[in-house]
Antibody, heavy 121, light 110 residues
Framework: EVQLLESGGGLVQPGGSLRLSCAAS????????MSWVRQAPGKGLEWVSV????????YYADSVKGRFTISRDNSKNTLYLQLNSLRGEDTAVYYC??????????????WGRGTLVTVSS | QSALTQPASVSGSPGQSITISCTGT?????????VSWYQQHPGKAPKVMIY???KRPSGVSNRFSGSKSGNTASLTISGLQAEDEADYYC??????????FGGGTKLTVL
């Protein structure tokens, strides 16, 4: 079955860190770029970051640049997002999303169920 | 990276057609044919309905169609059905190699 399964969310204090994981199955993971998209409670979708199929190329939203790091392990079919220097405004459901191609398929054709990150003291 | 502009809400009766607009700039919507649309029901993950302005993934009803003119893209849903009631988001690739979403539109089927 083609699916994405996120994990690693939870409650963290402001200034803290967390690492999210996304396990992929049912497709050739290394052939596709992957993204993280987040959604604050009751708010809209916000694109966070993208990584190419090889992992060599990454881009970030200005709101997380310098604090978050996207990476992937193609041998484990797993995508990661390292979240550092967390702020209250980072509280959101974080979705892992498969892109429509390796690079140039600029749409999200498969989504995980999401993992909730809550930043609060 | 300003969000694309969508109406906050639209509504229509069953069987009618509605259109949701998505306005950006020449650095995103107007500059590339990489506009996509997502449907999200409460508590669920988003689902792609349209990609590359007007292409429909397999399994998506042909009642959904997309178009673009200048810096504004549009999603049209014809023959409205109760199950279409959801939030809809547009998305575009940008000149900074990033992506940007619209603020979302809540569709109510009356």
């Amino acid at each position: 079955e083609v699916q994405l399964l996120e994990s690693g969310g939870g409650l963290v204090q402001p200034g803290g860190s967390l690492r999210l994981s996304c396990a992929a199955s049912g497709f050739t993971f290394s052939s596709y770029a992957m993204s993280w998209v987040r959604q604050a409670p009751g708010k809209g979708l916000e694109w966070v970051s993208v990584i190419s199929g090889s992992g060599a190329t990454t881009y970030y939203a200005d709101s997380v640049k310098g604090r978050f790091t996207i990476s992937r392990d193609n041998s484990k079919n797993t995508l990661y997002l390292q979240l550092n220097s967390l702020r209250g405004e980072d509280t959101a459901v974080y979705y892992c999303a498969k892109m429509g191609g390796n690079w140039g398929g600029w749409y999200f054709d498969l989504w995980g169920r999401g993992t909730l990150v809550t930043v609060s003291s | 990276q300003s969000a694309l502009t969508q109406p906050a809400s639209v509504s229509g009766s069953p069987g009618q057609s509605i259109t949701i607009s998505c306005t950006g700039t020449s650095s995103d919507v107007g500059g590339y044919n990489y506009v996509s649309w997502y449907q999200q029901h409460p508590g669920k993950a988003p689902k792609v309905m349209i990609y590359e302005v007007s292409k429909r993934p397999s399994g998506v009803s042909n009642r959904f169609s997309g178009s673009k003119s200048g810096n504004t893209a549009s999603l049209t849903i014809s023959g409205l059905q109760a199950e279409d009631e959801a939030d809809y988001y547009c998305n575009s690739y940008t000149s900074s190699n990033t992506q940007v979403f619209g603020g979302g539109t809540k569709l109510t089927v009356l």
